[in-house]
């Protein structure tokens, strides 16, 4: 049973740093998918990063001149540092996996994703 516990998150100013952290166990297959989605109040649920076991990682345009992605692999975590943070920032943000295959890329629609974590809240004040 796959698991994903969420951590980080909260709340902060305009311009302030926030991380989120999850950390994945129970896949029965090698190769997979990890990412993290946000949804904010009245959107579409919106990928933010993603990580293959293959190596592939990628963070979304919208805000890779401010996110980055790391990994603690030994422990399957998987975490996104946060930086200059804007109210647009505002939501829930969720970690989310499936299974793939090598050479494969993971996909961007959450719809692709069949495993979910709670959620951690985020909150940028202006």
């Known amino acids: 049973q796959v698991q994903l516990q969420e951590s980080g998150g909260g709340s902060v100013e305009t311009g302030g740093s926030l991380s989120v952290s999850c950390a994945a166990s129970?896949?029965?297959?090698?190769?997979?998918?990890v990412a993290w989605f946000r949804e904010a109040p009245g959107k579409e649920r919106e990928g933010v990063a993603f990580v293959h076991t293959d190596g592939f990682t990628k963070i979304a345009d919208s805000v890779k001149d401010r996110f980055t992605i790391s990994q603690d692999k030994a422990k399957n975590i998987l975490s996104v540092q946060m930086n200059a943070l804007g109210p647009e920032d505002t939501g829930m943000y969720y970690c989310?996996?499936?299974?793939?295959?090598?050479?494969?890329?993971?996909?961007?629609?959450?719809?692709?994703?069949?495993?979910w974590g709670q959620g951690t809240q985020v909150t940028v004040s202006s």
């Open positions: 989310a996996a499936r299974y793939s295959h090598h050479g494969f890329r993971c996909p961007g629609p959450a719809y692709e994703y069949g495993y």
């Open positions: 129970g896949f029965t297959w090698s190769t997979y998918c």
